[in-house]
């Protein structure tokens, strides 16, 4: 292959992909296991798959547009509101688990008042707990993380289908870059986080270093074998 | 926009809601993903008990794993031996509940074995019984899933450019995600601590404090099935339907090629409304439930 200023530019589009995946995992409300058991705010399961499972919503979209136009941005906006529809209704149907089933009011440990709303959270802790349910900010900051993990998604796909024109192979490659920023980020974050107004969030410069260094050790990889493995 | 392009996205967003209740309901009858931290807790903390505990991977992974495995098998029969497309799903569906029985099946004697030392015992009924639903709940799952990757790729117009062991796997990880966030709540959350004072979280000093006695007789986990089929299972078909359901109607409605802006923005106008929706449950939750009575902060409710 030819190494020209457009490899130059697929290898920076890859990084940059990565770089929102790894910052967007930082948005996304993860409680873990704790949190199935409305014993912490945030949704119950892990950062990564979560993560990836909205994300990837977003490269299939992504993919889906990308093969009937070129529009760039077009492709790159449709991961991201893919990516956001998914994390988004898993948000919603916990919450009305939470609200109608468990019967819990929504309240982050984190913080005294709700930056986005105000609502005091303190009073609404149950014992033994910190905290239960998606409050607003939980929300919003987790729609940002989808955003930005679909937008990376489609980022990092996007480069790899103009290197070797094999949707099949790009989207397996960017699933697995995908998963590697995840789980540097989950690392930072110790596997669970409420949002952006969780004081953990402040780490994100180090997911930033690591993500940076990690996914572009794979973009040089990516591009110089994805055309030796698509013939 | 034709109407035979809708049908098949009506019929994707229908399979996508059943695909996710029975994803939820195979995992609570395994208690698989997380409320399995209380079910391997409790014999440790002197609560032996007759619920199955299978946990072969986390949810999303394992449920990418049999819609990929069921989705490689259509594949090579659509493609290699050019079989019809349901038969083909039907069959990869089949080798994955085999996969799935397999694994649970060594997932529970495992498990319950590596507890004998705390009076844990391994009860082959359980295994008889409950063995073939799990099987049966991911044969409904991988099927669905294989079948809306089918019509992406062979039906719907514009064709999906992945294959369909690609789009199977996403899928597959998307509603364990979903399944896992969800449904997951209605079993950890509610079902295992019936006994705790009603409307707070699980307090952390009754970690491992299942409930194990059932309606009639002991609780097993077809006990936990039929009571999370009525919520949390369909709760979570909710949420991967209007996943499915949302993302390919915007681009069904709207010409991807010269309507591509007002498909995004039809699915920010989505976004938005679901913000708005889950402050409303918030508000509504707060003022039917008030402050817990115990509360002794300075700050005002």
Redesign the interface.
């Known amino acids: 292959m030819t190494f020209d200023i457009n490899t130059i530019i697929y290898i920076l589009e890859i990084i940059v992909g990565g770089l929102l995946v790894g910052v967007g995992v930082h948005f996304v409300p993860v409680g873990?296991?704790?949190?199935?058991?409305?014993?912490?705010t945030g949704?119950?399961?892990?950062t990564v798959?979560?993560a990836?499972?909205?994300g990837?919503?977003g490269?299939?979209?992504a993919?889906?547009?990308?093969?009937?136009?070129d529009?760039l941005w077009?492709i790159l906006?449709?991961g991201a509101?893919?990516a956001?529809?998914?994390i988004?209704?898993?948000?919603?149907?916990?919450?009305?688990?939470?609200?109608?089933?468990?019967?819990?009011?929504?309240a982050s440990a984190k913080v005294?008042?709700d930056p986005i709303?105000g609502?005091?959270?303190?009073?609404?802790?149950?014992?033994?707990?910190v905290?239960?349910?998606?409050?607003?900010v939980c929300?919003?900051s987790g729609?940002i993380g989808a955003a930005m993990g679909g937008l990376g998604g489609a980022m990092i796909y996007y480069p790899l289908v103009q290197i070797n024109g094999n949707?099949?192979m790009s989207?397996?490659f960017a699933?697995g870059i995908f998963f590697v920023d995840a789980v540097l980020a989950s690392w930072n974050i110790q596997g669970t986080i409420e949002g952006f107004h969780d004081p953990k969030f402040k780490k994100w410069p180090n997911a930033f270093k690591s993500c940076l260094v990690a996914t572009a050790i794979l973009a040089v990889v990516a591009v110089l074998i994805t055309p030796i493995g698509g013939i | 926009m034709d109407a035979f392009g809708m049908g098949l996205v009506a019929a994707m967003g229908a399979l996508a809601t059943v695909a996710g209740a029975s994803e939820d309901i195979d995992s609570d009858i395994g208690s698989q993903?997380?409320?399995n931290?209380?079910v391997q807790l409790a014999a440790q903390v002197g609560n032996p008990h007759r619920i199955y505990n299978k946990a072969i991977a986390?949810?999303?992974?394992s449920n990418a794993l049999w819609c990929t495995t069921a989705a490689i098998m259509a594949y090579v029969l659509i493609e290699g031996y050019h079989m019809p497309l349901l038969f083909a799903v039907a069959a990869g569906a089949s080798l994955a509940a085999l996969f799935d029985g397999v694994m649970s099946t060594s997932a529970y004697f495992g498990r319950s074995a590596s507890q004998a030392r705390f009076n844990q015992w391994i009860y082959l009924d359980i295994v008889r019984y409950t063995t073939p639903s799990i099987m049966a709940h991911v044969w409904i799952t991988s099927f669905c899933i294989c079948l809306i990757a089918v019509i992406q790729v062979y039906i719907l117009t514009?064709?999906?450019?992945?294959?369909i062991p690609?789009?199977g796997?996403?899928?597959g990880?998307?509603v364990?995600?979903?399944g896992?966030?969800?449904?997951?709540?209605?079993?950890?959350?509610?079902r295992?601590?019936q006994w705790r004072l009603?409307?707070?979280?699980?307090?952390?000093?009754?970690s491992g404090q299942i409930v194990r006695k059932a309606e009639a007789g002991l609780r097993n986990s077809i006990d936990n099935a039929w009571f999370c089929a009525k919520?949390?299972g369909p709760?979570?078909g909710?949420?991967?339907g209007?996943?499915v359901f949302?993302?390919n109607w915007r681009?069904t409605v709207f010409d991807?090629?010269t309507q591509?802006?007002a498909?995004?923005a039809m699915?920010?106008f989505?976004?938005i409304v679901?913000?708005l929706?889950?402050?409303y449950?918030?508000v509504?939750?707060?003022r039917k439930?008030?402050?817990?009575p115990?509360?002794k902060?300075d700050?005002?409710?």
């Open positions: 873990g296991a704790p949190a199935a058991m409305a014993q912490a949704i119950g399961t892990g798959q979560l990836a499972g909205s990837l919503t490269l299939l979209s993919g889906l547009m990308m093969s009937v136009t529009n077009a906006a449709t509101v893919g956001m529809i998914m988004d209704a898993t948000m919603l149907a916990g919450s009305w688990i939470y609200a109608y089933a468990v019967g819990a009011p929504f005294n008042y709303t609502f005091s959270q303190p009073p609404y802790v149950a014992p033994g707990t905290g239960q349910g998606i409050p607003t929300f919003v729609t949707p099949a989207a397996i699933i | 993903s997380n409320p931290s209380q986390g949810e999303p992974p514009p064709h999906h450019p992945f294959p690609v789009i796997l996403v899928w990880l998307t364990g995600a979903i896992s966030s969800v449904g997951d709540i209605h079993y950890g959350g509610e295992e601590f009603f409307g707070q979280g699980l307090n952390t000093m009754l919520f949390g709760c979570t909710l949420a991967f209007l996943t949302l993302d681009t991807p090629v591509a802006g498909a995004i699915g920010l989505f976004v679901m913000n929706y889950n402050h449950c918030e509504s939750a707060r439930y008030g402050p817990y115990g509360y902060g700050i005002p409710a």
